[in-house]
């Protein structure tokens, strides 16, 4: 299995970007895929995660009501929509996949899931 982020880049404060995460080897019945991001001397956290059928999404209060996750199945590949984004937003980007979790309980907690991606790097300037 490999997740693969892109989609990261350097963007001022009230943009947007898109982050994609292509996920090769996945048996997208039974895993639920989320965002975590670690911004410089801060700990993992969850932004978002969504279910293996797309149905269920959770986001973070950091970001809710400015990002939206979504997934094409068909395509195994999970996005994030990034919007109003503030100099807080800064930090790796990773793409997880975790195998029958909800997705409240993979993003409120930065366990060790089973597959992590490289991570990609958003950086948002005041």
């Known amino acids: 299995v490999q997740l693969q982020a892109s989609g990261g880049g350097l963007v001022q404060a009230g943009g947007s970007l898109r982050l994609s995460c292509a996920a090769s080897?996945?048996?997208?019945?039974?895993?639920?895929i989320g965002w975590f991001r670690q911004a410089p001397g801060k700990g993992r956290e969850g932004v978002s995660c969504?279910?293996?059928?797309?149905?269920?999404?959770y986001y973070s209060d950091a970001v809710n009501g400015r990002f939206t996750i979504s997934r094409d199945v068909a395509k195994n590949t999970v996005s994030l929509d990034m919007n109003s984004l503030k100099p807080e937003d800064t930090a790796v980007y990773y793409c997880?996949?975790?195998?029958?979790?909800?997705?409240?309980?993979?993003?409120?907690?930065?366990?060790?899931?089973?597959?992590w991606g490289p991570g990609t790097l958003v950086t948002v300037s005041s």
């Open positions: 997880v996949a975790e195998r029958l979790i909800a997705v409240a309980t993979m993003c409120s907690d930065a366990y060790d899931y089973e597959f």
């Open positions: 969504i279910s293996s059928r797309g149905g269920t999404k």
């Open positions: 080897g996945l048996p997208t019945d039974d895993y639920t």
